[in-house]
């Protein structure tokens, strides 16, 4: 069974930081690629960013370029997302999802999903 465990969720002032894993499971993780996406209260879903575990390439949305990484450690099947100088409006639930390579930003292009975990950046 496929699982990928979100935690590091949690609130922080603004310009503070914090850091999200993501633990899979159920598959082999490398040839794959893992997406952090973001859900703000009435707002649709953003693709945050993105790294194929293979290669390492990543991908970043603009609005989180200069502040936000992500890595990954194959050994341990898991992805990160460190998160620095939050701003309110990263405020949202995380999610981490696994798919091919080739994924692209677009929710639809990923196989498996987890649970959020919240984030809250404070003013």
């Known amino acids: 069974e496929v699982q990928l465990q979100a935690s590091g969720g949690g609130l922080v002032q603004a310009g503070g930081s914090l850091r999200l894993s993501c633990v899979a499971s159920g598959f082999a993780f490398d040839g794959y690629a893992i997406a952090w996406f973001r859900q703000a209260p009435g707002k649709e879903s953003e693709g945050v960013s993105s790294i194929t575990l293979t290669e390492g390439r990543t991908v970043y949305a603009d609005s989180v370029k200069g502040r936000f990484t992500i890595s990954s450690d194959n050994v341990k099947k898991t992805a990160y997302l460190q998160m620095n100088s939050l701003k309110p409006e990263d405020t949202g639930v995380y999610f981490c999802?696994?798919?091919?390579?080739?994924?692209?930003?677009?929710?639809?292009?990923?196989?498996?999903w987890g649970q959020g975990t919240k984030v809250t950046v404070s003013s």
């Open positions: 999802a696994a798919g091919p390579e080739g994924a692209t930003m677009e929710p639809s292009s990923w196989w498996y």
